[in-house]
């Protein structure tokens, strides 16, 4: 619980308690004077009344008005009190009633629930009967202590003790009422601070039902176990959240992938659809792909595709297998991720020019242990790991089609020789009739693996559908 809340409770109750107490003795003190300037008509003890009883109200009411924020004018009631029964005593001369005045003003001081102002009222009283009691058996008979011609020392001390017992009653119910207020107060701060934990507690969760994992909760008490709850609950649901977002995006970026390479006509469109997508796909600041060529005799990596900052850049380069990253990724057929990055080091070691990333990754174009090229993509943010994962499924993807390209490219090539040949042989149909009839067959050979290869084109784009089906299913 919060002790400064419990604080103020406290402070606002007795607030509450002390304009009681000054009600009850707005009322007492009043009534104090006027009963003293009535009783002042028996004996003429009207300076008395006037004198003591104003200078007693001067006293109250001046403390009260130098010092408002403070309780001082309450141990001066107090002392009030006691000079008002002194003040009753002289007047009636003695009158043994009027020390029941010393009991009235006790009780009335109850109302601050504060047994200290008890103390005053008891010390006065007693310096009083004391001192006076004192003259008037010294033969200073106008001291008017008593009525009573003599009274002995154990009488003294009786009267003493009884009073005593009476404000010590009195000062032991304030203590008793204090506590009372002050548990209360307790209880009620327990109860209001419960209060605002489970108002706290239903915004939180209604924020949460309404979709907004980012609301910000806090803890307002070490026992509040349902708040403990709902920040365990947030932080799975956020978990959740997040690997649906992560899987969302994973499925969307296969299918909208398997899009592009369903359309691919030749490497050199297929390369530049290819990296423009992923770049901004995945928030990158550019990216380049990198394809394998002559792989039987003189392989080497060409640049096909580079796209940064939203434009597609034309750009002329040649790696050779394990020269810098791209040719050791070829090379050794894995994945390269590097965040932390000198100045110059994409300049010098990398496809991509002159570009200062915070990250790089280079993925190799692989399918079934052949590699057909590597992609490289740079951003000043790093990739997270589902980003890693979903370009790493993309690339065999992309080595598939790829390959598929390039088979259907050189099919095309041989095709087009194969035209050449035929309308040389047809010019010399007649000189060359038989080697017609070698090119004929030639030709239905190469039909055939045309037909073999376009097959194979087919199968591999069908099981390239079903499985992005199986993705997003």
Known sequence: MDEKYEEYLLEDAYVKINKTGDSVNNI???????FGCIIAFQYGTFKIAFGVGGLCLVMYYGTKFLLPKSSFYQYIGSVIVALFSAQFIYQMHGMFEMHFFVFIGATLLIAYQNWRLQLPNIIVVVIHHGIFAYLQYKGNAEIYFTQQTYMDLETFLFHGALATVV?????????????KTKREMFIKAGVLQQVNNIRHNIEFADAISQGNLAAIYTIMDDKDELGKSLLKMQA???????????????????AQMGEILR?????????????????KYLKANQGGIFILQDKESDPYLELTACYAYDRKKYLKKRIEIGEGLIGQVVLEKDTIFLTDIPHDYVHITSGLGEANPGCILIVPLKLNDEVEGALEL????????????????????IASAVSATRTNENTKKLL?????????????EEEMRQNMEELAATQEEMERRQAEMEEMRIEEVTRLQNRIKELEG
């Open 416 to 428: 087009e020789e194969l035209k050449q040949q035929t309308e040389m042989l047809r010019s010399q």
């Open 28 to 34: 007492a003190f009043a009534c104090y004077f006027l």
């Open 236 to 254: 799975s649901l956020t978990i959740a959240q997040k690997k649906d977002m992560q899987d969302k995006f994973m499925t969307l970026g296969l």
């Open 263 to 279: 359309n691919s006509s030749d490497i050199q469109s297929l390369s530049y659809e290819i990296i423009s997508h992923m770049v």
């Open 167 to 179: 404000v010590l009653i009195c000062g032991y119910w304030a203590y008793i009422l204090e506590r």
């Open 378 to 397: 740079a951003s000043f943010n790093v990739f997270e790991k589902h980003e890693i994962e979903l370009v790493e499924k993309l690339a065999e993807s």
